[in-house]
């Protein structure tokens, strides 16, 4: 899922300051199993928005937001949401746009979107995949190190690991030190270390 943050209320305001009456929409997938996006952010951010002069004529939580025809079907029939000068979105820049695309609004970000992530309990995400396009997940053994490697390589260590772990940070594991332990283990590291992984595509 998409892990977004909250944004920073002094910029939330700031690209506020010449609009008065808002509405503010949520999302019920991504964000608001990040807590994000959901009734509570919500209602936070209303009150948020009120205590700094706005008006919140209404909210709205998209099922999920970055379905356009969600937005058009839930949004645009929508009485405050007609009426308000601009839209708070409390979802990732997918759900912004999707309801940007679909109507005449300012769309204002409340989050920021991180990056793709697992949950491995609620608030602790680990960031597995950076959606690049060409999946090399068969060849190292189901681990990403275009994601989990500082530096992204994709034929082996840079040699700077200490003890396991990243030359970079030293609390994260070093994704070819692992990669390279799974290989020993189904026994392809040799076939691993005669391969080469070719740069991924880009388009
Ligand atoms: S190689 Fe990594 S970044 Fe690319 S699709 Fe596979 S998991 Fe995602
Ligand atoms: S120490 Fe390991 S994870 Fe860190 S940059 Fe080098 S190869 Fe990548």
Redesign the pocket.
């Known amino acids: 899922m998409i892990i977004t943050i909250k944004k920073h209320h002094d910029e939330i305001l700031k690209t506020l300051e010449n609009f008065r009456t808002i509405f503010i929409t949520g999302c019920g997938s991504c964000a608001s199993k990040c807590g994000t996006g959901n009734e509570k952010a919500v209602a936070e951010m209303k009150e948020f928005l009120e205590r700094n002069g706005k008006e919140v004529l209404g909210s709205f939580i998209l099922d999920s937001a970055c379905d356009m025809r969600l937005a058009k079907r839930d949004l645009l029939k929508n009485t405050a949401f007609k009426e308000a000068q601009a839209v708070v979105m409390l979802s990732c820049g997918a759900g912004n746009q999707s309801v940007k695309e679909v109507s005449d609004k300012i769309v204002i970000p409340g989050l920021e979107s991180r990056y793709v992530g697992s949950t491995e309990r609620i608030g602790i995400y680990r960031q ?10 068969a060849e190292t053994e189901g681990i ?1 190190p ?2 989990r490697c500082a530096k992204s390589l994709v034929n082996g260590p840079c040699g700077g690991f200490v003890d396991g772990k990243c030359e970079t940070d030293q609390t994260k594991d070093c994704a070819w030190v692992l990669i390279f332990e799974k290989l020993k283990k189904s026994g392809k590291l040799q076939n691993f270390l005669n391969n080469y992984i070719k740069p991924k595509n880009n388009f």
């Open positions: 597995f995949c950076s959606i690049c396009g060409t999946c090399i997940l990403c275009r994601t």
